[in-house]
């Protein structure tokens, strides 16, 4: 698990703190490197990121719980496209039920991506795409808005 796909960290995300980008592209690498050599054996690796995730302590600092989770929009409109902990589960037992999971082996993923292809939702029944949004509407300067997004 890591914070942001490879792509979305090379392009867009320029951390002023370096041990916080050392531990998310440590996360790609590693996945990376046993990609290749679990390969032969039949395994698959990858790195994994949620979206937004609404993790206990995202519920505490909004002040808000699971129930509840929508008001946190309140105190930051973006906080709309976040998702519960079950989305990126969902997506993790996605790719374990995938018989054709190699074809993911060393790829960085996101929750909301793989949920475009394997079809799950999050606990709400939406399906957010977090990444896409992040990177067209909030870090685009545009004024929250998830329609299309979830």
């Known amino acids: 698990m890591t914070d942001g796909t490879a792509e979305y960290n090379a392009?867009?995300?320029?951390?002023?703190?370096?041990?916080?980008?050392?531990?998310?592209?440590?996360?790609?690498?590693?996945?990376?490197?046993?990609?290749?050599?679990?390969?032969?054996?039949?395994?698959?690796?990858?790195?994994?990121?949620?979206?937004?995730?609404?993790?206990?302590?995202?519920?505490?600092?909004?002040g808000v719980?699971?129930?509840?989770?929508?008001?946190?929009?309140?105190?930051?409109?973006?906080?709309?496209?976040?998702?519960?902990p079950a989305y990126v589960g969902r997506a993790v037992a996605a790719l374990a039920a995938d018989p054709d999971r190699a074809r993911w082996n060393g790829a960085s993923l996101s929750s909301?991506?793989?949920?475009?292809?394997y079809g799950f939702t999050d606990a709400d029944g939406s399906r957010p795409d977090a990444w896409r949004y992040i990177t067209e509407v909030e870090d685009a300067g545009k004024p929250a808005d998830v329609t299309g997004y979830r």
């Open 11 to 62: 392009r867009y995300r320029k951390e002023a703190n370096l041990f916080y980008d050392l531990a998310k592209v440590a996360v790609i690498r590693l996945a990376t490197a046993q990609a290749a050599e679990i390969a032969e054996h039949g395994g698959t690796a990858v790195a994994l990121t949620p979206g937004w995730l609404r993790s206990e302590a995202m519920l505490e600092h909004f």
């Open 65 to 84: 719980t699971e129930e509840n989770w929508t008001d946190g929009a309140a105190k930051d409109p973006h906080f709309a496209i976040s998702e519960s």
């Open 112 to 117: 909301g991506g793989l949920a475009q292809v």
